[in-house]
């Protein structure tokens, strides 16, 4: 089935130390989004990009970037993670056609320690 | 600002129908949708409006007036499984997503 696939499920990761989430699809979609989720909010989009062009939304803090190296692949680096960072990160594909939703993956939970 | 406002938290019994409501004020529409997203787990598509009027799917149908601002979400013969967040969501004039903050539905027997 065609899906989006996020590794890992459960990130760990210590106060300042570098992590990186990654995000794969084969649904050949040309937008793959990021988002932050934390408990019971709105997912909040950290930036997207279509086909190869980055699109950072305004308060997306300069600790979070992001790599897309081919159509299938999206990664999420976060520099410096602090103890606000911790939250569910979510990518998600689209077609970029105007009537058709979002797919998301099953989403990675960061912990900071 | 850009606003969808939803009900925090609702209670249903197990084969009633529930209806969640969802106003927004967007810069600009081209679009709504519903998600389900059970604890812990991604979001997953309900259903899009983009005219006025009521889309069924099965036990789910959405409902849309651009006049309002407004839609619902009608959910009949609830099931267990059925217990879950309902996110709303409105495509804007630049084609983003904004998103509800999601309504908990919890369902007893």
């Known amino acids: 089935d065609a899906m989006v696939i996020q590794n890992p499920r459960y990130q760990v990761t210590q106060f300042g130390k570098p992590v990186t989430l990654s995000c794969s699809q084969t649904l050949n979609h040309n937008v793959m989004y990021w988002y932050q989720q934390k408990s019971s909010q709105a997912p909040k989009l950290l930036f997207h990009y279509y086909d190869k062009d980055f699109n950072n939304e305004a308060d997306t803090p300069d600790n979070f970037q992001s790599r897309r190296p081919n159509t299938s692949f999206c990664f999420l680096d976060i520099r410096s993670p602090g103890l606000g960072d911790a939250a569910m990160y979510l990518c998600a594909t689209s077609n970029g056609q105007e009537n058709q939703p979002q797919h998301f993956g099953d989403g990675t939970r960061l912990s900071i320690l | 600002g850009q606003n969808i406002d939803q009900p925090t938290e609702m209670t249903a019994t197990e084969g009633a129908i529930v209806q969640i409501n969802c106003t927004y004020q967007?810069?600009?529409?081209?679009?709504l949708f519903w998600y389900q997203q059970h604890a812990g787990e991604a979001p997953t598509f309900l259903s899009y409006?983009?005219l006025d009027g009521l889309e069924e799917k099965g036990r789910f149908s959405s409902f849309l007036s651009r006049s309002k601002g407004y839609s619902y979400l009608l959910l009949k013969e609830l099931q267990m499984k059925d217990s879950a967040s309902y996110l709303c969501a409105v495509r804007d004039s630049n084609y983003q997503l904004i998103w509800g903050a999601g309504t908990k539905l919890i369902i007893k027997p």
């Open positions: 409006n983009v």
């Open positions: 967007t810069s600009g529409f081209n679009g």
